[in-house]
């Protein structure tokens, strides 16, 4: 990402990536390491997003829009906007009520974070962006204060009745996203599967 970001320029393709990483805790840069409680054998990696920390895992869909927002006529608050309602409607589908906060980034349900956003922005191009839990291993989270905040509750998709595969939630989640940035089919990014 920082490597594309550093040498795009007003020809390069915006591109949406959607992966998964092995067990990792990460730390924003403005990030706390009081928030790290006992990450035990999990690698800690001081990365160059916002916000605090936070764990990735296998059953997490990440997904890291890299765009050029000026190009894009986008806002910071305009993309995290965007990953916020395509994660709510996607909810939605499956009768489940998420919902954004206005005090902290990412998606809720009763409660519980369902999603987090982390983004970066340079040279007018984002990078960084949605971590989605699915069908995961919620045990690391109880290792940290979640993306700074002490005993805030960790919920996953397939716990509320949603579908716990990478792959095919990403498929549903690509066009909401491109929808919600505005993008249409002939200046949609390039997209790489999970």
């Not at 997003?49 to 190009?71: E, K």
């Not at 690391?140 to 993306?147: A, L, Y």
């Not at 990014?189 to 999970?194: E, Q």
Request: hydrophobic share 40%; net charge negative.
């Amino acid at each position: 990402m920082q490597a594309i970001t550093d040498v795009r320029d007003e020809n390069t393709a915006d591109e949406i990536w959607f992966l998964q990483h092995p067990p990792v805790f990460t730390l924003g840069m403005n990030a706390s390491t009081e928030h790290l409680l006992a990450p035990g054998d999990i690698p800690v990696i001081p990365i160059d997003r916002g916000g605090q920390v936070t764990y990735h895992g296998p059953g997490q869909l990440v997904v890291y829009p890299l765009i050029d927002l000026r190009r894009a006529g986008l806002g910071v608050r305009d993309m995290v906007t965007a990953l916020e309602r395509s994660v709510c409607e996607l909810a939605a589908e499956y009768g489940i009520p998420a919902y954004p906060r206005a005090d902290a980034p990412g998606v809720y349900v009763n409660g519980a974070k369902l999603a987090s956003i982390g983004l970066r922005v340079r040279r007018g191009c984002s990078y960084h962006g949605l971590a989605f839990n699915l069908d995961m291993d919620l045990e690391p989270f109880s290792r940290i204060n979640p993306c700074g905040y002490q005993d805030l509750k960790i919920t996953q998709l397939s716990e509320l009745g949603g579908p716990s595969d990478a792959a095919s939630v990403a498929r549903e989640l690509a066009p909401r996203l491109l929808h919600h940035l505005g993008f249409d089919t002939v200046s949609a990014p390039v997209f790489s599967p999970v």
